[in-house]
């Protein structure tokens, strides 16, 4: 039997995929090349935005032709849309067998190998292949304990098949799981569930695993990744803390760490960013906003000036640090006036990127039931791209900076393959700045390596 898992969104869902995969094929399942020949498909899903969902409700659509040829085979929806959407995804594809949220994923084997059993035995017996739905989610924060919401809302982290990973170099590792920011825009608290921060010793036992397996870069990820707080006889464990016992593992080159929420961006972080050698000087922390009325309307819990005041702190700790930041553009009510706090906030920041999104409306968060989604598209879209534009001139700015310079970076992965033999590797630098350069093969990938800056463009630096 063959499973085959499409994977939408965050990084978390990556990981998810990637944890997945290994349960998977410990439970004896084997991974299938191509969509249409497994007899098992899932689709790990996103709920940030609507275009993730219709993306996903579309691929839905197509496979009913997969299961007419394929009536045995098992179609699950994972993830955040179905913690969200829940029996609506049945309602909207009859033909899915399996919906199962995030916080159940510890179950995903044995649920697969149950489907798969019962649809064997109604083939032996001549049947059609109409097995019962298998609908596993979590329970929903606002209509039971916490602590009952926090115990269904399972840990999943075991230990990951090498194969699972793209890159055999690199690998994520999940230190918390959940929100409890509830930003008024954002479902994440909903589908992710309470915040829970994994033992350190636990995390520290897997960075070991994945760098005996060949790791070189690990990279740390939460909801808030900074955020993550575990106590135990008396003694609390905090981010920082973890950066510095992470750190002395031996064999691991780089350890990055992703996201950040701008509150929890205390000094005693930055003082162990800037006294660890193998710590990224890159943090990721999102503003959404530089205007302070939007701030609040978004529940965001800071102002545009102690946003500020965070960038001047890490510019005195870390001169060397780069920052990237998230703004949504078009939130509710959002005037012109208050766009515009938000470009003065991209140039006082001079982020090495911004992410930028046009607000989508999702049902279930505060800000959908607040307020209305009254910003036109044509609007949303036009200070969409006058916040690129802006970046873009700030991001070239900041690269150009490194022409002439010598960096140090971990080549990832091949660019490009060349027609005349050759290829463009890439890597990135200790702040995150991606390199490209030219080589005669791929066996430079993994390694760190001195390169000389030649030529910058807004988000790439060229090395000979």
Not at 195 to 206: C, G, H, V, Y
Request: charged share 25%; hydrophobic share 35%; proline share 4%.
């Amino acid at each position: 039997m063959q499973f085959y898992i499409e994977t939408v969104g965050c990084q978390m869902n990556v990981l998810d995929s990637e944890l997945v995969y290994s349960g998977l094929r410990r439970s004896g399942l084997e991974p299938a090349t191509h969509r249409e020949d497994a007899d098992v498909i899932l689709f790990n899903t996103c709920s940030i935005r609507q275009h993730a969902e219709d993306k996903i409700y579309s691929a839905l659509g197509r496979l009913k032709h997969w299961k007419t040829h394929k009536p045995f085979g098992v179609l699950g929806v994972i993830g955040c849309m179905a913690q969200k959407d829940q029996k609506m995804i049945f309602q909207r594809a009859p033909h899915v067998d399996l919906v199962l949220g995030p916080g159940q994923l510890e179950l995903l084997p044995e649920t697969i190998h149950q489907l798969l059993d019962e649809k064997l035995q109604l083939r032996y017996e001549n049947q059609e292949a109409v097995t019962g739905k298998k609908l596993l989610v979590s329970l929903k924060r606002l209509e039971h304990r916490h602590t009952e919401v926090v115990e269904s809302f399972r840990l999943f982290n075991p230990v990951r098949n090498p194969e699972s990973r793209t890159n055999r170099f690199q690998a994520m590792v999940r230190i918390m799981f959940g929100c409890n920011q509830f930003c008024t825009y954002c479902i994440v608290p909903s589908v992710r569930g309470p915040e829970q921060s994994r033992p350190p010793q636990e995390i520290l036992d897997e960075i070991r695993t994945l760098v005996r397996q060949g790791v070189i870069e690990i990279t740390l990820i939460g909801q808030t990744v900074n955020s993550y707080r575990y106590k135990s006889n008396g003694k609390t464990t905090r981010l920082s803390d973890l950066l510095y016992e992470a750190s002395e593992i031996e064999g691991l080159g780089r350890l990055c760490f992703v996201t950040n929420y701008p509150r929890g961006m205390n000094d005693e972080l930055l003082q162990a960013v800037r006294d660890l050698p193998k710590v990224s000087k890159h943090l990721h922390i999102p503003a959404q906003s530089g205007s302070d009325s939007v701030l609040r309307r978004m529940r965001r819990n800071y102002t545009a000036a102690e946003y500020r005041e965070l960038i001047d702190r890490i510019g005195s700790t870390i001169p060397d640090a780069s920052i990237t930041c998230d703004l949504i553009v078009g939130f509710c009510g959002e005037t012109e006036e208050e766009f515009g706090a938000t470009v003065e906030l991209v140039r006082y920041g001079r982020f090495k990127n911004s992410f930028i999104f046009k607000y989508s409306e999702r049902p279930g968060t505060k800000s959908a039931e607040l307020f209305s989604d009254d910003i036109p598209e044509s609007v949303k879209k036009t200070r969409n791209n006058i916040l690129l534009e802006i970046q873009d001139n700030i991001s070239l700015e900041q690269n150009r900076r490194f022409i002439g310079r010598t960096v140090e970076i971990l080549v990832e992965g091949v660019s490009k393959r060349f027609e005349t033999g050759g290829v463009q590797l890439s890597g990135r630098t200790l702040c995150d700045r991606i390199v490209v350069f030219d080589a005669p093969d791929d066996r430079l990938i993994g390694q760190f390596l001195k390169q000389n800056i030649v030529e910058a463009a807004p988000f790439t630096l060229f090395a000979r």
